[in-house]
Structures are given as C-alpha cells and as structure tokens.
C-alpha cells in the first residue's frame, strides 16, 4: 500500500465523479425523493419514524453499490485498469482509492439526506444527529466495497447492474425494513444475522429510537467495518494483473 | 536513471530475451513455441498479418498475459516483476486512458503514479504535440488524438523499455513523422522501443523487424537484409513475399 498512490486515484475518482454532473445530482435527489414520497405514504402514522432511519441506511448502501460496480467494470473493459496494473500501482491502494472517493461522496449524501428528512420531512431522531450521518456513511461505504467486489464477477455492464437486485435484494427482504428481524422464520433469521445490510439498518434503527444508542451503534458499525474490510481484501483478489 | 543503472542499463545487450514462450487464448494456440531477442537501444518493430499474435506477444512483455511456457526476461527480469513497473511503458493497442477527464489530468494522474513531477507530465503531452488540447475532455477527442493522450502517458516515466501496440494507427504523415522522429530520438538516448505496426513504410525507421505470422517468427532481421533476402523494392513487398512463401511452404 502507497499512500501517495491512493490519494492519487481517489483524487481522480472524484475529478471523474465531478464531471458528470447529472449522477451527482442523482446521487442527491433521488434519496430525498424517496424519503420524501415514504414520508407522504405514512403521513400521520408513526411509522415513519421506524422506516425513515431504516431508509437512510439502505439508500446510500444501494446507490454507491451500483456506482461503483459500473465505475470498476468500465475501468476494467476500457483498459485502463490493465495499464494501471503494469504500473507501480498496488491492488490495495486501486481499491483504497475508489472506497476512499465513494465514501467522500457518501458523506456528502448522506448529509444532505438525512437534513432532509429530518428538518423536510420531520423524522424524529432520539440519539445525536452526528451518529445517524456516520452510520449512513459507514453504509455507504459497505455499499461500494461489496460493489468492488461484485464488478469482479461481471464481465459486461448488463451483468453489473444484474449484481444490483442479486446482491442488494436479497438483503433488502431480510434487513427488517419489511418484517422485523425476530420475527422472521428460523433460517432466514440466521441469514439475516450474517448479511451486512441487516446492521445497517439496526445500527439506525438504534439512533433514532434510542436516547443514547453508543454501544448498539458500535456493535453494529464493528460488523460493518468487519464487511467492509472482507469485501476490499476479497475484491482486491479479483484484481488480476496477468489475464488470459 | 541513476549512475549504477545506467551502467547496468550499458552492459545490457538485451532488453527483451524471449525463449520457447507459448500461449494459448480461448482455447487457440496463439504463440505455439516462440523465441526472440529485443536489442537494447534500438527501436525494434514487430510486424504481422491481423490476428497473427502481436498484440499477445506484446501483453507477454509487458507481464499482462497468462502464458503456458517459456521464458520472458524484461531488462534482466522475468516479466512483470514489480522492479519492472517503474520502467517498462506500455501502450495497448485501443486507447486505454479516462475519457472523462482532460489529458493534462489524464497524464498527470499516470505521472503521479509513477512518482514523476507534473511538469513531466507537460513535456509529455508536448511531446505528442497534444499542448493546444491539454485542457480538453478526451472523450472530445479525435482518434487519433486519444491513441497520443494513451502514448503520453506511457513517456511521462521516461521509461527504459517502452511497448508500443500500433501507437500510429489512424494517424496522419506528419504526425507520423513527428512520433518516429521521436521514437528514433529516445533510441539513441539509450532507451529500447518495441512497436508494432500496420504501416510498411514505418518499417524504414526500424532499427530491427520482426516478422510474425500464425504465431511464428518468419524473419527477424534488418530492413536491408529483408531486401536482399528476398528481392523486394520496399518492405511491403518483402512482407508479402515472405507470406507468400510461408503459405506456399504450408500447402
Ligand atoms: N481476449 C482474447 N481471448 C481469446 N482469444 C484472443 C483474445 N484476443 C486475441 N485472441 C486470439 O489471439 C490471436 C492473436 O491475437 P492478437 O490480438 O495477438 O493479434 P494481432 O496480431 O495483435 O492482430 P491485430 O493486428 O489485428 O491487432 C487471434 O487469433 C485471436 O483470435
Ligand atoms: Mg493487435
């Protein structure tokens, strides 16, 4: 790993990001529209409060996986990602400085998203703000390293966005968003306890609810981390300098 | 370069040995038992029908292809070694730079990688006479503009060996001039270059040819000796009569 290296290309990432505009404002919007269209769905019921903070952990993690699996595999059929890897370039500081990149725009995201559904769309959040941007970021960047990963198995950009409902949907079903964990069936509760999009949305569920949610948060954010970590050193193995 | 690897650099004779290297891709025998020296210092072009391996041979060398057997020795280390990537450019043969970014940033971010300064990165887009377009997208770029951006980025290292797949494709006369007026100055500064190339009359500003079909060598040579060998006028015509006479030989 070289510093120098991954700053370098998560610098570029962004200038890449930078340039196209209308993602970027994809990337913004679309959270809060959706956040904004639950809130009107559940106008006058509580369980906006409940579904809002699951919401939060789950947008940031789908969007940034899809970008981010598009972004490595157009890196991998352009070509560049082979001339890159005749340079000094490390497989770990490549990965590094895609995480690196997304997670910048994740706190830009999940900022703007978690304003507005608090201040917009009057989502009650009983533990500190500050807890509920870094669990959305940490989900985002779970997002885009199991995106890195998942672009090593494709080989063309319709297989990559096939990744999307294969590997995020499942998750969705299971993360309690629809039924609560406990009371999911014996075996896909087991399920549940292992996939990483099911302490996303713990993890918020525990600030919004909880007056001071610290140690729940932390357990469930150590899990994250723990996924994140797997992910880019598997993702990182997919990375192959010589190819057939 | 630093006095110990420029003396090092002097001794070498070689900078590519190549022996018994065999590769298969898909399932087809691309390089059946392929064995070839690239002399340091001199531009050595590597010539060939369409699907005749030269792109292969060149991933070989530059340590990017999975091969069977054999042997590929880079600057007296096997082929991609990671004491190799600071000093073997490579250029594949369809552009493979950002087209959502301008060539200064493309040129400056393959500098950065390298450990080179910025202002390398602009010695190199003036090289490739890209300066009126430095602040342009590449993805607003001509063909043959964004093959230089992808040529750029490989010199911006001042690399020892430099690997060139087809960099004059699509290019006008001038321009390809201008680029073999380069290739042969970086020769005689002591630098090693395999090109591959379409264009028969590039082959005049070889130093060495190497001519390859259905994964053989059919002659590694001198454009003078190719001549005298066969008779020809020019290399197109030398070319075409050893082609003829391999076809003939295979019947
Ligand atoms: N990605 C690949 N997978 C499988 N086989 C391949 C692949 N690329 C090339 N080949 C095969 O390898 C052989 C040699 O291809 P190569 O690209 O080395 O030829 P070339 O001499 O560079 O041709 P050209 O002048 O058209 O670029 C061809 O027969 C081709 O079918
Ligand atoms: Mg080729």
Redesign the interface.
Known sequence: MNA??TL??AA?VL??LR??RRTIGLMLVVPCVLIGLFAWIFDATPAFDALGASLLGVFPFVVMFIVTSVATLRERT???L????????GKGDFMMGYALAFAAMAVLQAVVATAFAVYVCGLDVAGPLWQLVAVAVLDAVLGSALGLLASGFARTEFQAVQFMPAFVLPQFLLCGLIVSRDRLPDVLGRVSDVLPLSYAVDAMKSVTLDRSPGSDVAGSAGIIALWVVASLVLGSLTLR???? | MKVGEAYFHHMMKNAVEIDHLRVV??GRVVLPDLSVRVPAGQVVGLLGPSGSGKSTLIRAV?????IQAGDVRVLGEPA?S?SL??R?G?V?Q????????TVR?NVR??A????ASPSSAEEAIDAVDLGSHADT?VGRLSGGQRSRVSLA?ALV?DPELLVLDEPTVGLDPVLRRDLWNLFNRLAAQGRSLLVSSHVMDEAARCDRLLLLREGQVLADATLPELLDRTGALDAEGAFLNLIDRAEEAAR
């Open positions: 120098r290296r370098v290309t570029r200038t890449q340039s196209d352009s070509g560049t082979e001339r890159l890897l005749t340079t000094p370039m300098r010589r190819t057939a | 891709r898909g530059v340590g990017v292809q999975v991609g990671v990537r600071h073997v490579y594949t369809s552009p493979s730079v950002y087209e959502d970014l940033a971010y393959f950065a990688i390298l450990g997208l980025a290292g």
